[in-house]
């Protein structure tokens, strides 16, 4: 049975506080998410805890992946995050600790081996990466269904209490690491025109419509600003006019532009695409830039 050691214990109750984020697709409502945080609660006096959101559409790894590599760059450095998108939790999938590069503030990502460090991965943001194996880091009793709880969360204490990641169990070779596929548009270049086929990863809660399509995209047809474009969208009979703020159009009128995440997003002016329609993740519209 795996317990937690006294050492441990002792350990946790001397050390300085520390920030430990939560990343999860539980959705509002859920007790789940008490239940992690009182266990670093208990572990880690002091403990700072910022839940980035609980609200990663259920089970996909893609979206959660996307959240993580956009908001890992903004907090302070040696910062603890959980990741739990888990969708294969019980299963025989690693449990990791990914340590990123100085660049990236040495902190610290327990989350499962299914693809959540994929963009991380090829920013180079990595640079060790570790199983969780260690005993002592865990929960007396593991559930085989909540190890966000059990593992991940008594992990992440032991990393904000000073542990080293190393600690936590072997070391891991990178390109061993599951990677996700990113869906990648299909673009054409005319004289004097191009045209892109993208998909919906997800809408945000604005139910503006996240793309897969983004400034390097364009970068094969010049001039372009990187701001804003010539041309128009269209997605489930509706057409999109580009615009570079919301307030360039009345309300109402369906946009298309470059979110503050880099990606191109659909939109209705003071209104909610996302409700108005069925676009669910992986639904096709075109685009066509002008010079």
């Known amino acids: 049975m795996l317990l937690v050691t006294e050492n441990v214990t002792k350990n946790s ?13 539980f959705q509002p409502g859920n007790f789940y998410s008490a239940q ?22 259920p089970q996909n790894i893609l979206h959660g992946a996307l959240i993580l590599t ?20 019980g299963t025989e999938r690693e449990l990791l600790c990914a340590v990123l590069n ?7 990502i327990v989350c499962p081996n299914n693809g959540l460090l994929t963009f991380l991965l090829e920013k180079d943001a990595v640079s060790e990466v570790f199983f969780l194996k260690n005993s002592a880091c865990v929960q007396e009793k593991i559930s085989s269904t909540f190890h966000g709880r059990d593992i991940l969360a008594p992990a992440a204490a032991c990393l904000a209490n000073g542990g080293k990641p190393d600690d936590l169990g072997p070391p891991v070779k990178q390109e061993t690491l599951l990677r996700l596929n990113f869906p990648k548009p299909e673009i054409s270049q005319e004289e004097n025109s191009l045209k892109i086929t993208g998909e919906i990863l997800f809408a945000d809660s604005f139910g503006n419509l996240v793309t897969n399509v983004t400034h390097r995209d364009f970068s094969v047809f010049e001039p372009f600003s990187g701001q ?26 369906p946009v298309v532009l470059f979110g503050s995440q880099g990606f191109l997003e659909l939109a209705i002016v003071n209104g909610n695409l996302a409700q108005s329609g069925n676009f669910p993740p992986g639904t096709r519209f075109s685009l066509e830039v002008r010079r």
């Not at 109750?13 to 697709?25: N, P």
């Not at 956009?70 to 939790?89: C, L, N, S």
């Not at 489930?236 to 309300?251: D, I, K, N, W």
């Open 102 to 108: 100085e660049k990236w503030g040495q902190q610290r």
């Open 36 to 57: 992690m945080k009182g266990i670093l609660l208990s572990r880690v006096p002091g403990v700072r805890i910022v839940e980035i959101t609980e609200s990663v559409l």
């Open 228 to 253: 804003t474009f010539e041309g128009t969208a269209q997605l489930g009979g509706m057409r999109f006019l580009p615009v570079r703020t919301y307030a360039e159009q009345g309300v109402g009128t």
């Open 13 to 25: 109750m001397c050390h300085q506080s520390s920030i430990v984020t939560i990343l999860t697709d």
């Open 70 to 89: 956009q908001t890992v760059p903004f907090f302070p450095e040696k910062t603890v995050h959980i990741a739990v998108v888990d969708p294969g939790v």
